[in-house]
C-alpha cells in the first residue's frame, strides 16, 4: 500500500501563495516542500456513505464534489466523518426558517477549510492539484510575431 504524505505548515495570515507555475523566483527555498497531486477523482477511495437524502441539494451537492477533487487521496476515514459533519451542518443552516447564523457560518467556512476544499487552502498548506491540460491543447505559435518584426525590421 502506498504512503502518501502531506507536510501541512498552515499559514493562516497573509497573501495566499502562488502557484508554483507562477512564481518567478525558483532558486530560492520557499520553505517546507510543495506536495503536489493530480486534480480530478482519486482512485482507490473507500466506499463513502451517500449524502442524506434530507440534505439541503447544495450541501450534497458539495460532499458530493470532495469524491471528484484531487485532495480526496489524501483523505482518511476520519476526514470524511468531518466532511459529513460538515455537509449535516451546510444543510441545517441552509434549511434554516431564520436564515444563516453568523457564527455557524464561520464555524462551517472553518471546517471546509480545513479539508482544504479551496484552491487558497491548499496553497496555504503547500498542496498543489495539477491542473488537466485540455485534450489536444498545443503551445500558440509565434510565427505571426516573428513575421511583424521582421517587417519592422527588428
Known amino acids: 500500500m502506498a504512503c502518501l504524505t502531506l507536510e501541512v505548515v498552515m499559514g493562516t495570515r497573509g497573501p495566499i501563495p502562488e502557484r508554483s507555475e ?23 477511495l473507500p466506499e463513502l456513505p451517500d ?19 484531487g485532495q480526496a487521496a489524501f483523505y482518511q476515514p476520519s476526514d470524511w466523518a468531518v466532511a459529513r459533519y460538515a455537509a449535516d ?12 447564523n453568523g457564527q455557524l457560518v464561520a464555524a462551517l467556512n472553518s ?8 484552491e487558497g487552502d491548499r496553497r496555504r498548506a503547500r498542496m498543489e492539484l495539477e491542473r488537466q491540460k485540455p485534450a489536444g491543447a498545443q503551445l500558440a505559435s509565434v510565427s505571426p510575431l516573428d513575421s511583424y518584426r521582421d517587417i519592422a525590421g527588428g
Do not use: C, F
Open 22 to 44: 507562477a512564481r518567478r523566483r525558483r532558486n530560492k527555498d520557499d520553505g517546507p516542500k510543495l506536495t503536489q497531486a493530480p486534480s480530478g477523482a482519486p482512485t482507490g
Open 51 to 69: 449524502p442524506d437524502p434530507l440534505w439541503h441539494p447544495i450541501a450534497a451537492d458539495w460532499y458530493l464534489s470532495l469524491r471528484e477533487s
Open 89 to 100: 451542518l451546510m444543510s441545517k443552516v441552509l434549511l434554516s426558517e431564520r436564515g444563516p
Open 111 to 118: 471546517v471546509m477549510s480545513s479539508l482544504l476544499t479551496t
